[in-house]
């Protein structure tokens, strides 16, 4: 699985087209109780509430996308292009759904696909 988009390498202003986003780490977290709602960071999803991070207790995966040139460059272990996280400005962290059929990283691309970042990319 993969998703299709444009990436500019950050600080450059170089932007590599069709470049290959993989999900490389979903990491699950079990909120045992809710929590009390962060103070802003600064980071551009921060009071939508489309992409806020839910502060309930339940299950959270927290993704970190890795890029590539293309799928043939991440199958010849080339260099990465770069990494996505939450210091991307593109949410890294999404509630689990537990009684769903989807596998956890089938949940975390869905939800990227919901993301303004990746809401046009392809599927891979």
Known sequence: MALIRDFEI????LTVP???HVITQLDVEKRMADRNFPQPTGRVYQGNPDLDV????GYY?????????DAAS???NKNMLGIIN???QVPAVFKL???STDSYLTQAYKFLKTV????????A
Not at 116 to 123: F, I, K, P
Request: proline share 0%; glycine share 8%.
């Open 18 to 20: 069709n470049a290959y």
């Open 10 to 13: 950050m600080g450059t202003g």
């Open 54 to 57: 839910q502060w309930t207790a």
């Open 97 to 99: 759904d537990t009684t």
């Open 74 to 76: 991440r199958e010849a």
């Open 61 to 69: 995966g927290r993704i970190v996308i890795c890029v590539w040139k």
């Open 116 to 123: 303004d970042y990746y809401v046009n990319a392809t599927e």
């Open 86 to 88: 939450a210091d991307y």
